[in-house]
C-alpha cells in the first residue's frame, strides 16, 4: 500500500510539471535622446561645412538651424554648433542665414523671442560676418525695427558692430524712419532704448534734431508722444528749445490731452526759455479758455506747473487772469488746487 500510493504521487507530480516558457527574443533599445542629438548637431555641422549644397539641401540645413536656434530646448544644441564651427564657417553661416534667397530664415529667427537672444549672441564675434547680419537688418529695416523681439537684435547689432561704416548705417536708416519708428508701438520702444543709452550717443544726439523738428505730428501720437517726452527727459537744453518752438502755437490745445499735458509740462520746468514761449501763450488765452483749461481732466496739472514757473512775473500774470474766476475754482472738481494757490498770493 505504501509502494502504491508513492507511486501515485509520484505520477500526479510528474504529470503537473510545467515546460517554462521560451525566451523572449531580445528588443533592440531605442536610440538615446543624446545619440539623436549628437547625430543632428553632427548633421548641421557637415551642412554648414560643405561648400556644394544644392539649393534644396541648403534650405533644409537652414531650416534645421532656425528650429535649433528657435526653440527653448535646444538651448544645448545651438551652443554645441556654434562652438564647432572655426571662423571661415561661422562666416559661411552668416552669409548662407542672410542672403537674399534665405533670409526669411533670418526673419524668422529674428522675430521669435529664442531666436532674437540667440542671435544677438552671434553679433558681435566676426566683424565680417557682422557686416551680413547688418546687410540683413537694413535691408528689412522696417520689419525688424517695428518686432517685439527683432528690434532687439538691431539696437544690439548698434552697440557690438565695431565696423564705423556699417554703424553709421544703421544710425542714417534710423534718422530716415524716425517719425515712423516713434508712431509704431514696438519702433517707440526701440528709439527709447537708442535715446536713453549712452552706447548710442553717436545717433542719439542728431535723432534729437529729427524728433525735435517733428514734435508736433509726433505730440499728438499715442506712441509718438512718448518718444518727445522720453528726448526731453534726456537731451540737451538746445534740444529742448527746439522741441518747444516746434510746438509753439500749440501748448494749449495739447495741454487738453493726457500726454500732451506731459510734454507742455516738461517745457514748463526743464528750461526758462521753454517756460517764457509756454507762459506767452497762457497769458494770450481768453479768460472762460483759460477756466476751461484750468477745470479740465489734464490741463489743470499744466496750469498748476505755470503758477509755480522761476519767473515770478510771468506766473504773477497768470494769477491775475485767473483771479476773477475764483469762486467758479474753488467749485470745479480738478481745479481746486489751483483755487488753494491763488488764496495763497492774493
Known amino acids: 500500500m505504501a509502494i502504491g500510493d508513492d507511486f501515485f504521487s509520484m505520477s500526479i507530480k510528474q504529470e503537473n510539471t510545467t515546460v517554462p516558457p521560451p525566451p523572449h527574443p531580445t528588443a533592440t533599445p531605442p536610440p538615446r535622446e543624446t545619440d539623436l542629438a549628437d547625430d543632428k548637431t553632427q548633421s548641421l555641422l557637415n551642412s554648414l561645412r560643405s ?22 530646448e535646444d538651448v544645448a544644441l545651438f551652443q554645441e554648433v556654434i562652438s564647432n564651427l572655426n571662423r571661415s564657417e561661422f562666416l559661411r553661416m552668416a552669409s548662407l542665414l542672410t542672403s537674399n534667397s534665405y533670409d526669411h530664415h533670418f526673419l524668422e529667427i529674428a522675430r521669435n523671442k529664442n531666436g532674437s537672444i540667440r542671435l544677438q549672441k552671434l553679433l558681435g564675434k566676426s566683424v565680417d560676418a557682422d557686416i551680413f547680419f547688418v546687410a540683413a537688418i537694413l535691408r528689412h529695416f522696417r520689419h525688424v525695427m517695428t518686432d517685439k523681439n527683432a528690434s532687439h537684435v538691431a539696437t544690439q547689432a548698434m552697440r557690438v558692430v565695431a565696423s564705423h561704416e556699417e554703424r553709421m548705417a544703421m544710425r542714417d536708416h534710423i534718422l530716415h524712419h524716425a517719425v515712423l519708428l516713434a508712431c509704431d508701438r514696438y519702433g517707440c520702444i526701440a528709439l527709447k532704448a537708442i535715446i536713453s543709452d549712452v552706447a548710442f550717443l553717436y545717433c542719439s544726439i542728431p535723432l534729437f534734431d529729427v524728433v525735435a523738428s517733428n514734435a508736433r505730428v ?5 506712441y509718438g508722444n512718448s518718444v518727445v517726452q522720453h528726448v526731453l527727459k534726456h537731451c540737451s537744453l538746445h534740444s529742448t528749445y527746439n522741441v518747444g518752438v516746434s510746438l509753439r502755437g500749440h501748448y494749449v490745445e495739447l495741454s487738453f490731452t493726457e500726454g500732451g499735458r506731459y510734454i507742455v509740462e516738461k517745457l514748463l520746468e526743464r528750461d526758462e526759455d521753454t517756460e ?47 483771479k476773477p474766476f475764483l469762486p467758479l475754482l474753488r467749485r470745479s472738481q480738478h481745479a481746486s488746487t489751483i483755487a488753494r494757490i491763488l488764496e495763497s498770493v492774493c
Open 276 to 322: 517764457v514761449l509756454v507762459m506767452a501763450e497762457l497769458l494770450e488765452c481768453e479768460g472762460d479758455e483759460l477756466v476751461r483749461l484750468a477745470t479740465s481732466v489734464y490741463g489743470h496739472f499744466v496750469v498748476e506747473t505755470a503758477l509755480k514757473a522761476a519767473r515770478v512775473d510771468l506766473s504773477r500774470g497768470l494769477v491775475n487772469k485767473l
Open 218 to 222: 509726433l505730440s499728438y501720437d499715442a
Open 51 to 72: 561648400t556644394s549644397l544644392t539649393p534644396p539641401e541648403t534650405d533644409m540645413c537652414l531650416r534645421s538651424l532656425t528650429n535649433i536656434m528657435t526653440c527653448s
